[in-house]
């Protein structure tokens, strides 16, 4: 589903240049769960979003489901996205001032879907997280675990094939992260492609393959 070939990524700041990745291959399977670790600042989250299609690399060759997306505008990655990528984030990144329900509608509007479908697949996701009796709920209404779980209606109301989750549990407690793990099992269960950026050994024991990286460099583990 996923490889990437000789993937580099360097920021220019106003202190100087940082080589975030550094020739990175990679393949991932459909079907797959995933587990990347790393110290701060090791370059996670600048691989997720290459591999997630919200940025591109300065060289190498990314294929997503056989395609070159590599050199694809703004425009083109986010179709990508739009049609097949879900994303948790550590903060959640609920809009505040939507209710849940319209949080998890959100990715529907963007595909166009018509008002009364999104209505009902959006409801059917929050029950699947359990949190159908908290769809008037504001993001500020809710628990973190809650939130969460919110985000995570949000991430597969589109039928992804990939989840990109980034330490999705950092900012939970061991019930909640232990609830979003169960989630992120059976997206996986079902068939869905998973990569996890996470410090938590319990949450790597999830995947089948574990990989670290370091200084931008990645190696199995
Ligand atoms: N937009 C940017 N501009 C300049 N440098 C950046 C930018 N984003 C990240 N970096 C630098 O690139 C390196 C990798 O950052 P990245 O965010 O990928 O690390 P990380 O492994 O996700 O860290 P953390 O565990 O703290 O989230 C870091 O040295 C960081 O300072
Ligand atoms: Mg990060």
Do not use: W
């Amino acid at each position: 589903m996923i490889t990437l070939e000789n993937i580099s990524k360097t920021y220019s700041a106003a202190g100087g240049t940082v080589e975030a990745l550094k020739n990175v291959s990679l393949e991932i399977g459909q079907g797959e769960f995933f587990a990347l670790a790393g110290a701060s600042g090791s370059g996670k989250t600048t691989l997720m979003n290459i591999l997630g299609c919200l940025d591109r690399p300065d060289s190498g060759r990314y294929l997503f489901r056989g395609r070159d997306v590599s050199k694809l505008s703004s425009a083109g990655l986010a179709s990508i996205r739009r049609a097949h990528i879900g994303f948790v984030f550590q903060t959640f990144n609920l809009l505040s001032r939507l209710s849940a329900l319209e949080n998890v509608e959100l990715p529907l509007v963007y595909n166009g879907v018509p008002p009364s479908v999104r209505r009902e697949l959006a409801r059917r996701a929050l029950r699947l997280v359990g949190l159908e009796d908290r769809a008037a709920h504001r993001p500020c209404q809710l628990s973190g675990g809650q939130q969460q779980r919110a985000a995570f209606a949000r991430a597969i109301v589109t039928s992804p094939k990939l989840l990109l989750a980034d330490e999705p549990t950092a900012n939970l407690d061991r019930a909640s992260s232990g609830e979003i793990l169960k989630l992120l099992a059976s997206f996986h269960q079902r068939g869905g492609t998973v990569i996890l950026v996470t410090h938590d050994a319990q949450a790597a024991g999830l995947a089948q393959k574990v990989f670290a990286i370091e200084d931008g460099i990645l190696a199995a583990r």
